[in-house]
């Protein structure tokens, strides 16, 4: 499956869109901002709403844990993984590959963009796995309705 598909789903649902955050807000508003989108990442923006990064929970948990400044005082450009070192998908990525990257990259949430080089949306694993999921569910049934009827021949009437 490609990504523009899960894309695509996610649009139909209506939870295509991507958030962001200003990096010189604080982790406070960031866990604040996540908790009210029920997200899991945002991306960072400068005063020039220019990407410079992406702020994950993760990146909020293990940054601030016994760093000694509070969460109120923590900026997130100290805790967001900058832009030079994002992991950015493709449209025409293939799921499998972009799930192999997260695996080993051990990250959860990674940017697309389209042929033009425009972010289109936000993949996460949750979205990967749920789309492999449904496509295996939809294979065992296939293969379950196959043993019960290989010929695709009914040969039971309704009765009526």
């Given at each position: 499956m490609l990504v523009q598909e899960i894309l695509n789903k996610k649009k139909e649902q209506g939870i295509h869109k991507v958030y962001t955050i200003h990096e010189d807000n604080t982790a406070f508003?960031?866990?604040?901002?996540?908790?009210?989108?029920?997200?899991?990442?945002?991306?960072?923006?400068?005063?020039?709403?220019?990407?410079?990064?992406?702020?994950?929970?993760r990146d909020i948990l293990y940054k601030c844990y016994n760093s000694g400044v509070s969460l109120k005082e923590q900026k997130v450009e100290n805790l967001m993984t900058p832009k030079d070192m994002l992991i950015i998908g493709k449209t025409d990525d293939n799921t499998s590959y972009l799930r192999n990257v997260m695996t080993e990259k051990r990250i959860r949430h990674i940017?697309?963009?389209?042929?033009?080089?425009?972010?289109?949306?936000?993949?996460?694993?949750?979205?990967?796995?749920?789309?492999e999921l449904e496509l295996t569910e939809n294979e065992a049934k296939l293969m379950r309705e196959h043993i019960k009827?290989?010929?695709?021949?009914?040969?039971?009437?309704k009765e009526e």
């Open positions: 508003d960031a866990i604040a901002r996540l908790d009210e989108l029920k997200v899991g990442s945002l991306l960072v923006i400068n005063n020039a709403d220019e990407i410079t990064g992406i702020l994950s929970e940017p697309i963009i389209d042929e033009s080089n425009n972010l289109v949306g936000i993949i996460s694993s949750g979205d990967i796995i749920k789309n009827n290989p010929f695709g021949i009914h040969l039971y009437q």
